[in-house]
């Protein structure tokens, strides 16, 4: 199942590193707790790569924008951190979706839809994606939403 997702805009300008968080974040997929010091994935958006205030587009001459204007009108932003197992959880997923033949962009859920995308609207694709997980990452088994993916479905 692909994810398609309507936006409310596009982002110029994404960033999106594992790093050390410098102080305690929470994930954004699943409120787990990320400790100061833990590596997780920390995404950054902004709509306009330039800054696009009066001033500054009056300088658009041949592509000149000030990128550190005090107006700074970039547009939208958002900001979020992921946890290291939800990360695992959303790399089983675009190896599925790859193989099931999806187009690269709409491999993912939304940021913060991992389980509402991925395991709360079908149960088969919550099996699925929850058997994904754990066989490429076994330690994933106890992660809240791979094992009600896995109990979501009874073989018998
Ligand atoms: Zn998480
Ligand atoms: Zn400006």
């Avoid at 939800?86 to 099931?100: D, G, S």
Wanted: a negative charge.
């Amino acid at each position: 199942m692909c994810f398609y997702n309507d936006y409310d805009w596009q982002a110029e300008v994404h960033s999106e590193n594992d790093v050390e968080a410098a102080k305690p974040q929470g994930c954004y997929e699943c409120g787990a707790a990320i400790s100061q010091g833990t590596i997780a994935r920390h995404i950054i958006q902004r709509q306009y790569q330039d800054c696009r205030c009066a001033s500054c587009m009056d300088q658009f001459i041949g592509g000149f924008f000030v990128d550190n204007c005090p107006n700074a009108e970039f547009g939208e932003s958002f900001e979020c951190w992921i946890c290291a197992d939800c990360c695992k959880i959303l790399k089983a997923i675009e190896v599925l979706e790859e193989k099931e033949g999806c187009p690269a962009a709409v491999r993912q859920p939304s940021y913060g839809g991992l389980y509402e995308e991925a395991f709360a609207q079908d149960e088969f694709e919550a099996n699925k994606y929850a058997k994904a997980a754990v066989e490429m990452f076994p330690e994933l088994a106890s992660h809240r939403f791979v094992s009600y993916g896995l109990n979501t479905v009874t073989e018998d």
